[in-house]
């Protein structure tokens, strides 16, 4: 590894003030790299067979995500792993020339936050805690994240209308249903334990330069074929989750603090 690669792999300093124009050309940086990288390449090789698999199951002419959602990715002016994640989907975003990109982070500093508006995104004001519909065919990016919140954006969209616009990656599924037992994993996962029979899986090889970065992350995706029909039990409404002992800052934590 260079030592320009070395640079672009560190972490960043903890320092409150960031000069953006220097964080900005770091990222480019680090965006053509991420362009060149074998992991990007086998990603959008991936993503490329969830998209199809979308349209042939599905039978329409344009399944391409129409937007992409970002949320609990970090603070990325702090941590490298949030850098390159970052790096990541706005590259996937340029390769299938997606319009709209969403963040949010309740850890986002005021800095973060306009890196990412003068990058044409657009950040949430308010904290959905990731409750999220998909209202067109939409990419969301979880990368890591607690699995309350992927919990969370399946119950908001509960229904085959919604599910199958998804496209999701984030934490595998299989990997998390080997984690513990199943009684456990019913405190923050269980709408996620419920779709995963019905949903296709596609595990994104890791072989990054750089480790603890895209480790165990899939495609996810739920073709309407695969679900089941309108009236079946499955749909039947339920209340919304409820943790306790969680690792996520709830609305009313968030509407709480002020992070600058």
Not at 192 to 202: F, K, Q
């Amino acid at each position: 590894m260079s030592n320009d690669q070395k640079k672009l792999h560190k972490d960043l300093p903890e320092s409150a003030e960031v000069d953006e124009e220097t964080f900005l050309r770091r990222l480019t940086t680090l965006r053509e790299r991420m362009t060149d990288s074998e992991y990007f390449a086998q990603a959008l090789v991936t993503l490329g067979e969830a998209l199809i698999k979308l349209k042939t199951i599905c039978q329409t002419r344009d399944n391409n995500p129409k937007r992409v959602v970002c949320f609990g990715i970090g603070s990325f002016t702090r941590s490298y792993q949030a850098l390159h994640q970052l790096a990541f989907i706005l590259c996937i975003q340029k390769h299938f020339s997606i319009k709209e990109a969403i963040f949010f982070d309740p850890v986002f500093r005021k800095c973060e936050k306009s890196v990412l508006q003068r990058l044409d995104c657009l950040v949430m004001a308010d904290n959905c805690e990731a409750k999220y519909e998909a209202d067109m065919q939409t990419l969301f990016y979880l990368p890591h994240c607690p699995n309350c919140l992927t919990n969370n954006l399946l119950w908001r969209n509960w229904r085959r209308k919604h599910l199958k616009n998804i496209i999701l990656i984030n934490n595998s599924f299989e990997s998390l249903s080997c984690s513990k037992p199943e009684r456990l994993l019913r405190l923050d996962s269980n709408y996620i334990l419920d779709i995963m029979s019905y949903a296709v899986e596609l595990p994104l090889e890791d072989d990054y330069e750089v480790n603890n970065v895209f480790n165990d992350l899939s495609v996810h995706i739920f073709p309407l074929a695969n679900l089941p029909q309108e009236g079946s039990e499955v749909w039947q409404e339920k209340e919304p989750p409820a943790y306790k002992d969680v690792e996520m800052v709830s609305a009313e934590d968030f509407a709480k603090l002020s992070i600058n």
